[in-house]
C-alpha cells in the first residue's frame, strides 16, 4: 500500500505564501503521476496543478503564474510553492498519486487526508 502524508497547510494574510509537501511511503515500485488538488466549501474538487516522473507541469488557469508544483523522486515528494495567494484559494487542499505498489503491475490513485489553506486578512 501508499500512504500519503501532506504538511504546511495553515492561515495566511492575502498576498502571503506558503508551501505545501506531500510524501509518499509504503512499498512502492514507481510513482507515475502526483498532484495536488482542492476543494472549498459547496465546491467540487478541482486540480490545482500536476507533474509528471519526467518533469512535465500542468496547472489550472486560476493558479498559473502563483504556484508552482515540483517533485524530489528520491524522497517521493510532491511540492507546492504558492505564492500572491487570494482569499479564493481557500480549500482543503489534497495530495493526489498514481502509483504502482510494489509487487504489482497495475497503477492505482492514492490521496492524501488533506491539508486546510485559509486565505483571511
Known amino acids: 500500500q501508499v500512504q500519503l502524508v501532506e504538511s504546511g497547510g495553515g492561515l495566511v494574510q492575502p498576498g502571503g505564501s506558503l508551501r505545501l509537501a506531500c510524501a509518499a511511503s509504503g512499498s512502492i515500485f514507481s510513482i507515475n503521476y502526483m498532484g495536488w488538488y482542492r476543494q472549498a466549501p459547496g465546491k467540487q474538487r478541482e486540480l490545482v496543478a500536476a507533474i509528471t516522473s519526467d518533469g512535465s507541469t500542468n496547472y489550472a488557469d486560476s493558479v498559473r503564474g502563483r504556484f508552482t508544483i515540483s517533485r524530489d523522486n528520491a524522497k517521493n515528494t510532491v511540492y507546492l510553492q504558492m505564492n500572491s495567494l487570494k482569499p479564493e484559494d481557500t480549500a482543503v487542499y489534497y495530495c493526489?498519486?498514481?502509483?504502482?505498489?510494489?509487487?504489482?503491475?497495475?497503477?492505482?490513485?492514492?490521496w492524501g487526508q488533506g491539508t486546510q489553506v485559509t486565505v483571511s486578512s
Open positions: 493526489n498519486a498514481h502509483a504502482v505498489p510494489a509487487g504489482d503491475r497495475r497503477a492505482y490513485t492514492y
